[in-house]
Structure formats: structure tokens, C-alpha cells
């Protein structure tokens, strides 16, 4: 049971119900981990925003992000996440089978070796960002992800593994 309310589209101020409209615009409904976030309106436009521009913009696939999403927050535990994101996986016609291979052995996944890479990149840096050695990094950039590429990854695991966090803290109920 989540330990704090989830706030409604008819109890919210006019502000925070544009935002919600936005929200259900895109996913179809307006997802507990919103709902939470309205209490603090300033917080819920932040993530909002955050959520545009990393997972709605920039040059990495929608794929490659929401497969980011998935295994950082199936690397944090995050039930929540995880189903989210693998509900947006397969509402962008990945299959059961494919997400298998993701979640067990992403080298034999159809990403290509810089979407790997990226996506390697990004879990080590949510697990141990100080053990990512110089070393892993010039691996990374041979595979020809860029600067702006690498930094978008990593802004959707910090997007993510933020978001694990706080769903966990509060016991966020599942919506997927």
C-alpha cells in the first residue's frame, strides 16, 4: 500500500490539471508516479520537463532509452519502473522475446554496438560510477557514441534512477 496519497485531476489546481492533460495526452492516463509528485507541484512540472526532453527528444531511440529505464530500475529493484517501462517497450512493438534478451544478455540483443555500449555504460554508472574506468570510457567512444549521446544516457539514468528512489520510498502501487 503506498504510504502517501495519490492526487487526482479534480483536486488539483488549474496549473497542476495542465499538466496532468499533458501527461494523459502522452501515455493515455496520468501515472501514479505523477500523481505522488503533485503534492509538491514545482517537483511534478520539473520531472515533467525532464521526462520531455530525455525521453521524448534528443538522438538516442526511444528504444535504447526505455531499455535504459528498464534495466537501471531492474537493477535498483524498482517493480514500479520496471513494468512501466516495459509496458512502453512493448507499446513500441518489442516483443516479449526481445525484451527477454535485453533484461538476460544484452550483447546478443539487436541494438547496435554503440546502443550496447551506451546501454552498458549507463547501468555501470548507476551501479558504480566510480569504478567506470578511462578505459571503458575510450571503449565506449570507439563504438562512435558521442559526447552529447553519452551525456543523454546517462541523463536518462539519472532520470530513472531518481525516480526508483522516490517510488520506492512512498511504496508508489503499481498502474501498469
Request: hydrophobic share 40%; with cysteine; net charge negative.
Amino acid at each position: 500500500m503506498s504510504r502517501i496519497s495519490v492526487v487526482e485531476k479534480n483536486e488539483v489546481s488549474e496549473d497542476v490539471q495542465e499538466i496532468f492533460t499533458e501527461i494523459e495526452g502522452a501515455f493515455g492516463m496520468v501515472p501514479n508516479l505523477f500523481k505522488t509528485y503533485s503534492h509538491f507541484p514545482p517537483l511534478l512540472k520539473a520531472n515533467w520537463d525532464k521526462v520531455k526532453a530525455l525521453m521524448m527528444q534528443g538522438k538516442l531511440s526511444r528504444k535504447t532509452k526505455e531499455a535504459i529505464a528498464v534495466l537501471v530500475s531492474k537493477d535498483n529493484s524498482c517493480s514500479y519502473c520496471v513494468a512501466a517501462h516495459t509496458t512502453a517497450l512493448k507499446s513500441i512493438g518489442v516483443t516479449e522475446k526481445e525484451i527477454e534478451v535485453i533484461e538476460t544478455d544484452i550483447e546478443k540483443s539487436d541494438f547496435t554496438e554503440k546502443e550496447r555500449g551506451l546501454i552498458t555504460f549507463a547501468r555501470k554508472a548507476n551501479k558504480d560510477p566510480n569504478g567506470i574506468t578511462d578505459e571503458e570510457f575510450e571503449v565506449l567512444k570507439k563504438t562512435g557514441a558521442t559526447e552529447p549521446e553519452i551525456v543523454e544516457a546517462l541523463g536518462v539514468m539519472e532520470l530513472f534512477a531518481a525516480f526508483n528512489k522516490f517510488l520506492d520510498s512512498l511504496n508508489v502501487e503499481v498502474d501498469f
